[in-house]
């Protein structure tokens, strides 16, 4: 029996050691790095050293946009709601008291001594708010409306949580059981607001006194803003230049606010799920640090270049490391973003904006306009791309509205015109007519016709249809005007819609939308807008009829008229305006395609593949664009003014080939009641864009630029579009990009 006791002891002594070696094991071996990272991260004092977001440069390398260093001045939430000088006024009553004497006096008594003693705690706060009014540089009204929003803030972010902690509350312990609820305060509550986000480093040492003497109530810490060097551009107009209604003497001064801005784009301060989920700071599994990743008060970019280069530009945080236990510091450098530099001219990308400006008119609907749709003074969103035809680098990309423009309109009326948008690349229209040279030089290619042959305009493409498919001086207001038998160059010139049906109906749908796709209609153009973690492009990709729709077309017998439409640049026929500037770059380098860009060295993952056309037929073409401007009958020569004719184009010294182009546009929803709700408005129908497309060179050179205007709802491309191109070309040569000078 003792043997066998002794057995059992000496048993569960052999248990427990092998629990415990077991356990050891575990502890040492499997989570040992665990617990030396938790114990050494309780000897160390980190602290995250701030890094900088990269600069965004124009083509001569100047910054467009920067990371300023600042100082942001944060004030507690308790002096902003005057808790402060309560809590310690409270404090101050019960030590003059007495605790007895505190403890029986009545709630008058005890308000009574509160008040009195408050008094020099109020006079602090009151030194604050006038500190802080100054260091800004506003009113006290100011100030305290900036303070009331805030306290309005957190008072209903108080309300939502404090009511979902009141309802677990409830239905932990019922309605009426268990302990009185009482909301816990939220952390909003106990932390410090910005009130000055931007404060430079000189004034900021009024406030350094006080925060040294109040540590409890402000704090100043070391910041950066993102901040514009474009910021306060202005652009001087010279009026004699403009078309004869709105020609003045002297010039416009117009102020920019932020040049580039659609381009550039913003950024925001906190980060939001999405940030982290796909780059965190810290991943949830190995514990390991992405310096680069996202972090609560981070700032992101939310759209144009800020967002595309989010992760060039964000940069990595340093880390200091200091072991509370010897004293010792180990320390990472923070990395600093790096810079994107564009494409973009600045000072030629802040002209054009201020032409397309709507003081300046030619933004606006103008009587010599012909919009009858439309009323006078009515608003025209625009934009206007200039691409470099040889390496396909995009010298400028503005557009209008942009927010500036919209004030003393509703909201909703600000809204319906997007002016968030960067209109060059995700605004997309029916081609109209500025397709046709396009199509020239397909028929050409494909020996649909010849150089030399010549098709008669009868009017109407249809011989027992005269209703449809008519040339556009097949109308009653031209008298049923036909133009008779025509050449490739007068054809171009005059904007013949007959001759192109007939070029249409021979080339047929599909082999007409495949050469369409050839210069770029219906396929997306990369120009580095987009991330690589996007979801879907930034850039539109237009539409042009796919081989299923072509083939359902055909089984319908509606194909020949979709070739028709395809050719004067209807039906399903869509592009942006840089996809019609490339296009024309595309022709003028003889088919050969080069990818467009806004970002210096950035190569787009599809490269576009071009068809070669032959130099005799991309000439022929041209010949025709340039005879829209040089000959009398071509559709930019003059504008019919009730002062009489002038050129389109006044502008002196440079070599033009031009396309006007009138397409037809989706109903305009317009504020007509001012009332601010669009959907009230009504629906004006049989509006029409403004298009004009140019080729740009130095008389007797080659040509160097293409250029591409769209007026949306503006109507006809001559009269609107066309004195725009005037103005971005004077602009050109301001800037030295273009020969000559205007006369």
Not at 61 to 82: H, S, Y
Request: net charge negative.
């Amino acid at each position: 029996m003792y043997h066998r006791r002794l057995r059992l002891i000496a048993a569960a002594v052999c248990v427990v050691t092998l629990a415990l070696l077991v356990q050891a094991v575990r502890l040492t071996l499997v989570q040992g790095a665990g617990h030396r990272a938790v114990a050494e991260s309780r000897l160390q004092q980190r602290t995250w050293l701030p890094t900088w977001r990269g600069s965004i440069l124009d083509r001569d390398g100047d910054v467009l946009v920067r990371d300023e260093p600042r100082w942001e001045v944060r004030v507690a939430f308790d002096a902003i709601t005057g808790q402060w000088a309560e809590d310690r006024a409270v404090r101050a009553a019960r030590r003059a008291m007495g605790r007895d004497a505190w403890s029986m006096a009545s709630p008058e008594v005890r308000a009574g001594a509160i008040a009195a003693a408050r008094q020099p705690w109020d006079a602090i706060l009151e030194s604050l708010w006038a500190e802080v009014a100054a260091t800004a540089h506003v009113s006290r009204e100011e100030l305290n409306s900036e303070l009331n929003e805030i306290r309005g803030s957190v008072q209903r972010m108080a309300a939502v949580v404090w009511e979902q902690q009141r309802r677990r509350h409830e239905a932990r312990f019922g309605a009426s059981g268990g302990p009185d609820f009482v909301p816990r305060p939220i952390r909003e509550q106990a932390q410090s607001h910005v009130i000055i986000p931007d404060l430079l480093d000189a004034p900021a040492s009024g406030l350094e006194a006080f925060a040294a003497e109040h540590p409890d109530l402000v704090d100043l810490n070391y910041s950066r803003v993102r901040g514009r060097a474009t910021d306060g551009y202005s652009v001087d107009i010279d009026l004699q230049t403009l078309p004869g209604p709105l020609r003045n003497a002297g010039f416009r001064s117009v102020p920019l606010p932020a040049v580039a801005d659609a381009i550039v784009g913003d950024v925001r301060t906190g980060v939001w799920e999405e940030d982290v989920a796909r780059r965190p700071f810290k991943d949830a599994q190995s514990g390991t640090i992405d310096r680069g990743g996202y972090r609560v008060d981070d700032v992101v970019g939310t759209r144009g270049i800020e967002r595309a280069f989010e992760d060039r530009l964000r940069g990595e945080v340093g880390l200091v490391i200091r072991n509370r236990d010897e004293g010792e510091q180990t320390r990472e450098q923070p990395i600093g973003g790096g810079d994107v530099a564009l494409t973009i001219d600045t000072l030629l990308q802040a002209r054009i904006e201020a032409i397309l400006d709507p003081s300046v008119g030619l933004t606006r609907v103008q009587p010599y306009h012909s919009n009858d749709a439309l009323p006078v003074g009515t608003e025209l969103p625009a934009s206007v791309v200039v691409l470099d035809i040889d390496s396909g680098e995009i010298l400028a990309m503005a557009s209008t509205p942009f927010p500036a423009t919209l004030n003393g309109i509703s909201p909703a009326a600000a809204a319906a015109l997007q002016p968030w948008l960067i209109r060059g690349v995700q605004v997309v229209a029916p081609p109209g007519s500025i397709v046709k040279p396009l199509v020239l030089a397909a028929a050409l290619t494909e020996g649909v016709i010849e150089p030399d042959s010549i098709l008669t305009c009868n009017g109407h493409h249809f011989e027992n249809s005269p209703g449809i498919a008519r040339c556009w001086i097949y109308r009653p207001k031209y008298g049923m005007a036909t133009h008779g038998p025509l050449g490739a160059v007068e054809a171009v010139a005059r904007s013949c819609n007959s001759w192109f049906y007939e070029l249409g109906d021979r080339l047929g749908a599909g082999r007409l939308s495949d050469w369409l796709g050839s210069f770029g209609l219906g396929e997306p153009l990369d120009i580095g807008l987009t991330p690589e973690w996007a979801d879907s492009p930034v850039e539109v990709a237009g539409t042009r009829p796919s081989l299923e729709e072509i083939a359902a077309l055909e089984q319908a017998g509606e194909a020949t008229f979709e070739s028709i439409m395809l050719a004067i640049g209807q039906g399903r026929s869509t592009w942006t305006p840089l996809h019609a500037a490339d296009a024309y770059a595309t022709l003028a380098r003889h088919g050969r395609r080069v990818p467009p860009t806004i970002v210096k060295g950035y190569v787009p993952v599809h490269r576009p593949a071009g068809r070669p056309i032959a130099p005799s037929v991309a000439a022929l073409a041209i010949d025709g664009l340039e005879d829209v401007v040089a000959k009398s009958w071509g559709t930019a020569n003059h504008l019919n003014l009730p002062t009489g004719r002038e050129p389109v184009f006044r502008v002196g010294g440079v070599r033009i080939a031009a396309k006007t182009g009138t397409a037809q546009a989706p109903p305009w929803k317009r504020d007509v009641d001012g009332s601010g709700v669009i959907e009230r408005g009504e629906r004006v129908t049989g509006l029409e864009h403004s298009w004009v497309v140019t080729l740009l060179g130095d008389e007797g050179e080659s040509w160097r630029y293409a250029l591409a205007v769209l007026v949306e709802y503006g109507g006809s491309g001559g009269r609107v579009a066309g004195p725009i191109a005037d103005q971005v070309i004077r602009a050109m040569q301001a800037e030295g990009l273009l020969g000559g000078g205007a006369p």
